[in-house]
C-alpha cells in the first residue's frame, strides 16, 4: 500500500489549497477514505471522511463549511478542498484508508500573512 499526499503549501488567511492523495496497493474504489492533520506539538485528528462510493461525507466541526472531501475512483485518488484557511489549520495533512493502518509522508499545510 502507498499513500503520496501533495498540495500542500503556504497560503495566507482567508486562501485556499486543494490537497491530493494517490492510493496504490490496494482496492481504493472499495474503501472509505480519510483525511487526518496534526498540527506542532498536537495529537494527529480526524478532520474529514468519505465512504468508498462518495455518498457520504463527514467533518469534524472545526472545519465544517470550509473543507470538502471528494474522489475520484478512476484516479485512486482523494481529495481535499480547503477554503477560508485559518492559521489554526496549519499542519501536515494525511489520507488514510479506513481500516487499513497505512499512512503516507503527509503535505504540510502553512497558513500565515
Known amino acids: 500500500v502507498q499513500l503520496v499526499e501533495s498540495g500542500g503549501g503556504l497560503v495566507q488567511p482567508g486562501g485556499s489549497l486543494r490537497l491530493s492523495c494517490v492510493a496504490s496497493?490496494?482496492?481504493?474504489?472499495?474503501?472509505?477514505m480519510n483525511w487526518y492533520r496534526q498540527a506542532p506539538g498536537k495529537e494527529r485528528e480526524l478532520v474529514a471522511a468519505?465512504?468508498?462510493?462518495?455518498?457520504?461525507?463527514k467533518y469534524v466541526d472545526s472545519v465544517k463549511g470550509r473543507f470538502t472531501i471528494s474522489r475520484d475512483n478512476t484516479k485512486n485518488t482523494v481529495y481535499l478542498q480547503m477554503n477560508s484557511l485559518k492559521p489554526e489549520d496549519t499542519a501536515v495533512y494525511y489520507c488514510?484508508?479506513?481500516?487499513?493502518?497505512?499512512w503516507g509522508k503527509g503535505t504540510l499545510v502553512t497558513v500565515s500573512s
Open positions: 488514510k484508508p479506513f481500516g487499513m493502518d497505512y
Open positions: 496497493g490496494y482496492p481504493f474504489s472499495s474503501f472509505g
Open positions: 468519505i465512504l468508498s462510493d462518495g455518498g457520504s461525507r
